[in-house]
């Protein structure tokens, strides 16, 4: 699984199996949690600037928002329920084809989604 990033998006792209992953672990927070996936960081970039090794999501208060900070990497904080939204994102059916893509920051409201945050996207590899 990568997790592409540029100072404007975030990708995230794995296979069904590995996106499945993410979405049970992050659909089964609860409390004040603090959750860290790793990511392969070998090969190209592609169109993005970097590959980031890491992804920590943090149950807080408010609305979801993503964002890069330094010497911590792309951190998504929110409340239960955003994040909960945000890991329907990842749960994709076992015969989905590669290049299926979601955009999460696009398709939820200022309720789930906080301004200014990275746009996400989420796809099949």
Known sequence: M???????????SGSVEELQKVYKKIDS??????IV???????????YDFLESNLIVIVTNGPAIARYIDDKGVVIEGNVAS????ASFFDFDLDTEAGCHY???EACDSQYVAPGTL???????
């Open 37 to 47: 996936f790793e990511f392969d960081t070998n090969g190209s970039s592609g169109h």
């Open 2 to 12: 990568k997790l592409y990033r540029s100072d404007g998006e975030i990708e995230i």
């Open 103 to 105: 955009h999460w920051d």
């Open 83 to 86: 994040l909960k939204v945000l």
């Open 29 to 34: 927070i609860q409390g004040k949690v603090q």
């Open 119 to 125: 746009p996400i996207v989420i796809s099949i590899a």
